[in-house]
Every structure is written in C-alpha cells, then in structure tokens.
C-alpha cells in the first residue's frame, strides 16, 4: 500500500473514479442474465446489484463533499 498526502474529498474521488470498472462489469453482468446461465456470467447478480447499489451511495457521497 502506497502511502499518499491527499485529502479525503481527493481519495473518495479517486476511489469513485476507479470504481467505473467494478460498475461496469455488473453493468454487463446483469444484461447478460437475460442470455446465459448465473454460473456463467463474471460476478453474481446479488452481487451486481450491491455494487451499484455502492456506486450510487460512492456518488452521493462524492457530491457531499463538494466533489463531482
């Protein structure tokens, strides 16, 4: 783990701004369901639905703090 000087409010915005993929793959995730079987998809619907559940409180949060 790197050790860095940022402020909170610029951490919380680079997590948000990392966390675009993690959504995306849920994103994809649960368009697929409608195709394929669960166990063939990348990650769990359950799972999905809880990381875009994340990224909308992760939004929220970043609005707060006067970020994005």
Do not use: H, Q, W
């Amino acid at each position: 783990m790197r050790e860095t000087n940022a402020s909170p409010a610029r951490l919380l915005e680079m997590l948000s701004d990392r966390f675009g993929a993690l959504e995306a793959v849920a994103y994809s995730s649960i368009k697929l369901s409608r195709y394929v079987s669960e166990c063939e998809m990348s990650m769990d619907l359950l799972v999905a639905e809880a990381v875009l559940e994340f990224g909308d409180d992760l939004r929220e949060a970043c609005k707060a703090m006067g970020g994005g």
